[in-house]
């Protein structure tokens, strides 16, 4: 899920971090964050890892010594926007040419030296797995070196990390459970920026939670590009356990997460469907804080497809995974990513992707036109040969199915009452507040005397595709 937001540090977060060097003290430092939630979240390591050097963050740009970028490279697109940044940075460099500028996350990692040597847009690369030599990287730079470090590693999670997080006094925040990816879907250019998979220590996973929670944190978002594959085999000294019963699999992190508080709401993404099994469904179905969403994506609806695109499943199994949901969590919301347009889909093909969301009926979805990414199997193996205009008539036509099926979802939560977790003031009013519903909803209502971070009752009145309209009806206490 790629968002096209751009996400400053909060400069009140100072001081959180106990400065354990001075390499940064009196410089100020600007994060701009691009991609997936996994990009966020690294920015507030980055954040983190360079707070302890001294330096202070601020929103401004125009007053920071040293500006970094972390990015996104997963649509052609996605790396266009970066570029476009990166010339606007180059443009205020000419008058204050002592301003540091360097690339972080996917993109870094794939073009590794060319945008500083080729392009010269930057000061400073650092790959993903690089974020803890970035006190050094800044400090080659300052002496007039180029600095690059785009080394991926096998263990690197930043377990030991405390992220500072962007938004001081915030609900929800995301915590990485995994790093990397093993799959190899042949359109996905994210085993190549981001390496292979591991998973960290559950313990400092649960810790990190009990900590957010006792900061008045009350949802978790626990992250990885395939949480389903999560595997914990190392004893605290580093050593591997050979008697499989203690290991900790994802539904195992996930009760040990639930039972930090049940004031504490988890979610979880991106689930895989050649890997979601059951005893997680039973985790999220007997534990009331574990939210019934489920983000499922499934790709294309055609088992041919499927097999190009080197998903690892049919669109029987994906059915069959739906209906195992349907069955053990079966108020459950499922959203899902669909790509339109890859290399030799045929409209017959296409016309699979249509009736598969006609049967699921997603409550949301994620739509994207294939874009051919450098390295990846699909560009060795495949022509991308779908004509742009077929791409852009087959995503308008499933835009059109989906946003109908959430209109419908929508609907049918008019009348009913739900658990919501307050967020804040609603964008569009004052007098309003939104919060998400267990289904991950949006619902907005009169703010009357109610407090972010707690949880009301809240009777849906009316919808849109989008969100949900509704009254309080009841407070609810703090669990004991
Ligand atoms: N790890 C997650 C998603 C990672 S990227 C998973 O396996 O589902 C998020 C979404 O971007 C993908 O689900 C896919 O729908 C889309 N995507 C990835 N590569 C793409 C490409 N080359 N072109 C278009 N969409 C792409
Ligand atoms: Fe990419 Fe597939 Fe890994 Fe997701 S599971 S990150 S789509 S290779
Ligand atoms: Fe983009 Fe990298 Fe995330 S390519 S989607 S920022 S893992």
């Known amino acids: 899920m790629e968002e096209a937001v751009n996400k400053v540090i909060d400069e009140s977060r100072q001081g959180e971090a106990v400065v354990l060097s001075s390499r940064g003290e009196g410089k100020k430092l600007y994060i701009e964050s691009y991609g997936c939630q996994m990009n966020f979240s690294d920015s507030e390591v980055v954040a983190s890892i360079l707070t302890k050097e001294g330096f202070s963050t601020t929103r401004n740009v125009d007053e920071a010594d040293v500006v970094l970028i972390n990015t996104c490279s997963i649509r052609e697109n996605a790396e266009t926007r970066v570029r476009n940044r990166l010339t606007e940075f180059k443009k205020k460099k000419e008058d204050k040419p002592e301003m540091m500028v360097g690339i972080l996350g996917c993109m870094a990692e794939r073009l590794k030296k060319s945008l500083l040597e080729e392009e010269k847009l930057v000061d400073l690369v650092a790959g993903p797995d690089a974020y803890r030599d970035l006190p050094n990287l800044i400090e080659e730079v300052g002496s007039g070196q180029k600095a690059v470090n785009v080394l991926l590693s096998r263990d690197e999670t930043y377990a030991d990390i405390s992220p500072v997080r962007m938004d001081k006094g915030g609900v929800s925040a995301f915590v990485t459970i995994t790093r990397g990816c093993d799959n190899m879907c042949s359109f996905c250019v994210v085993p190549f920026t981001r390496g292979r998979e591991r998973s960290r220590d559950p313990e400092t996973i649960v810790e990190e939670c009990r900590e957010l929670f006792n900061k008045g944190y009350r949802e978790v978002t626990l992250l990885g590009q395939n949480v389903d594959s999560y595997r914990w085999n190392m004893t605290s000294k580093g050593e591997i356990k050979d008697n499989s019963k203690l290991t900790t699999n994802f539904a195992q992190l996930m009760e040990m997460v639930a039972l930090v508080s049940p004031d504490l709401r988890i979610r979880f993404s991106t689930s895989h469907p050649k890997d979601m099994t059951d005893d997680v469904l039973e985790a999220m179905a007997k534990y009331e804080n ?191």
């Not at 499922?334 to 790509?339: A, L, M, Q, V």
């Not at 997603?362 to 051919?372: H, I, R, V």
């Not at 779908?386 to 959430?406: C, M, W, Y």
């Open 290 to 480: 574990v939210c019934p969403y489920i983000h499922l994506p499934v790709q294309s609806g055609n088992s041919d497809v499927l097999k190009r695109m080197n998903r690892g499943y049919t669109r029987e199994w994906y059915l069959e995974r739906i209906a195992a949901i349907r069955r053990i969590v079966p108020d459950c919301a499922i959203s899902t990513d669909i790509i339109t347009g890859f290399c030799d889909e045929t409209d017959s093909e296409h016309e699979d992707t249509i009736t598969l969301m006609n049967e699921v009926k997603y409550d949301y979805a994620y739509m994207f036109k294939y874009s051919e990414r450098p390295k990846t199997l699909a560009e060795r193996r495949f022509e991308d040969n779908v004509d742009d205009g077929i791409k852009s008539k087959r995503i308008t036509e499933i835009i059109e199915l989906q946003t109908q099926h959430s209109l419908e979802s929508n609907q049918k939560q008019i009348g009913t009452t739900q658990k919501v977790l307050i967020e804040g003031k609603s964008k569009r009013s004052e007098e309003q507040l939104c919060g998400r519903t267990g289904r991950n909803s949006m619902v907005i209502f009169p703010k009357g005397e109610y407090q972010k971070g707690t949880y009301v009752m809240v009777k849906i009145n009316d919808c849109t595709s989008a969100t949900l309209f509704g009254e309080v009806v009841e407070e609810i206490p703090p669990a004991k």
